[in-house]
């Protein structure tokens, strides 16, 4: 599985080959194809759902290598946990879960490793669109520099759209926890923004 995720994935920061618009209609059948064990149904979903998935570890770990690492991962576990999907959640709700879970797991094994730990300036992502303007990538560079748990809470629930019991839940912390960190999580980006402006 690992080898076809690789082969399928050229360039994480560039995105991948759009799905169909049949693909995108049939989700649930291309999941119940892919839990019998079909690669190629998997592979679709794969490539529906890579940018996003990607987008999140980005977002979460503000580094490009990381992302691209905890994205792979992220799909070689729903792979392998793929028969424990029961359609409770949508599927991107599932699989943002353990995107998160790998990108949380990442994060506590480098800080118990701290040789490995890699600083956001360390490498920054190439921007998404040739229209990105400063404003957007000031943006993103000031969500880069928010603290670890601002910064998760801010993504999963201002830039996703998770709701604070969704996000509690997929960070391990209380609902209550959530709305004090995408309150602190706005404060610090206003503050960085203003900053920014003085500066320019």
Not at 4 to 26: E, H, K, Q
Not at 125 to 149: F, N, V
Request: proline share 2%; aromatic share 8%.
């Amino acid at each position: 599985m690992e080898a076809l995720l690789t082969a399928a994935s050229n360039d994480y920061s560039r995105g991948m080959v759009t799905a169909g618009t049949d693909i995108v209609a049939d989700e649930a059948a291309w999941v119940r194809q892919a839990q019998r064990s079909d690669a190629r149904a998997f592979e679709a979903l794969y490539r529906m759902h890579i940018d996003k998935v990607y987008g999140l570890c980005l977002r979460m770990t503000g580094n490009v290598s990381e992302a691209e690492d905890c994205a792979q991962e992220a799909f070689i576990q729903a792979w392998n946990k793929l028969n424990k999907f029961r359609g409770d959640s949508a599927f991107a709700t599932w699989l943002h879960r353990i995107a998160v879970n790998t990108v949380l797991g990442r994060i506590r094994k480098s800080k118990r490793e701290q040789d490995r730990i890699q600083t956001v300036a360390d490498t920054r992502p190439e921007p998404l669109e040739t229209g990105d303007t400063g404003e957007l990538r000031d943006l993103a560079e000031a969500i880069d520099r928010l603290p670890e748990g601002a910064r998760h809470v801010f993504v999963l629930n201002a830039v996703y759209g998770y709701t604070h019991d969704e996000a509690a839940g997929m960070l391990g912390i209380a609902a209550g926890t959530s709305k004090a960190q995408l309150h602190r999580a706005r404060r610090l980006l206003a503050q960085q923004l203003e900053e920014q402006e003085f500066d320019a």
